[in-house]
């Protein structure tokens, strides 16, 4: 990095920064600290196991904001004195510093409810026949790439396979700070246009996903959300691991019915039939949230399903011929790396659509 690039960086960091403190009040923060402090000093704190991890979450992160807030300035000081002495050295530092900087800018755009927590993420193959399928396993496997280069805790729920090749369907269950609010952006219908690798012919197709993020239930308000256990069928059923048609077989899965929508959630994996019940309730939860946010008028655009996953309701393009390109329908931003967008390069196209909100 030559010393202007070095400088010019800098001057960007710096206007950032100064962005992030008019937005940060650190006395809320001290407040908030205190808060946890207390929460997590109670004798009866894992009594409730789930209620403890959160606050020992919450802490840590509260903690670490405030050391931030308090360190950043001294960093960039620091490397302005460096580099006006003219050491290049100090290149990874300046990069560390530029992304922990951009992560909290980005977190202002943050703001609505559940933004900050973990994230329920549904891919789902569309119009395009076997090219669909394989488009939704490329999205999956996008993501996936993309939530592990955040650091982001991902588990695969959900992985239908397809007859022919791909995937029918996916859910992703991602954990991570701000995953919601990151993957909330991504929602809508997807496009692909390519060469088919499954056409004799070598003709052009097109072909279309739909992907759609829900707030995972732990970081939804229980108020907001309750459940009558006469309206809930479960049905517990075998569920195949790897390995053949009888093998790693166990009485696991849950399928969970709320009769009053007719919402069936069914959760097929190798854990126990405790956790798969458990995890299938959440699921549960988030999408009679997801219903109930569809319900106020004002939010109903935003969390509705009801779209065609097929031509003219697309929120990205992604080209690879007769040429390269990644659009993004919202933001305009464009690219011709559509191989790095499809193997998890997604921090400029995710920030351009937060910035055109």
Known sequence: MTQERAYNLLGEIKEKWNQVELGIRLEDLQKDLQEYTLKSENPQLWDNPEEAQNILKYLSHTQKKIQDIKNIPEQLEFIEQILSEGD???????????????????????????????????IQAGAGGVDAQDFAEMITKMYISYAKSRN?????????QGQEAGIKRSLLQIKGQYAYGIFRQERGVHRLVRVSPFNAAGLRHTSFVMVQALPEM??????????????????VYRSQGAGGQSVNTTDSAVRITHIPTNIV?????????????????????????????????????????????????????????????VKDQRSGFETTDVDGVLAGNLEEIITSVLISK
């Open 152 to 160: 982001f805790e991902v588990n695969v729920i959900e992985y239908i």
């Open 88 to 122: 290049l050295d100090y290149e990874e530092e300046l990069q560390a510093l530029n992304n922990l900087v951009n992560e909290y800018w980005r977190s202002l755009f943050f703001n609505s409810e559940y933004d900050a927590g973990n994230a329920l993420v549904f």
């Open 218 to 235: 732990e970081d939804i308000h229980s108020h907001d959300i309750v459940i009558n256990p006469s309206d809930l069928k479960i049905d």
């Open 265 to 325: 959630v069914a959760i097929q994996t190798e854990r126990s039939q405790l956790q798969n019940k458990a995890l299938a309730m959440s699921i549960l939860k988030a999408k009679l949230w997801e219903l109930k946010q569809a319900e106020r008028k004002q939010e109903q655009a935003d969390h509705t399903e009801d779209i065609s996953i097929s031509w003219g309701n697309h929120i990205r393009s992604y080209v690879l011929n007769p040429y390269k390109l």
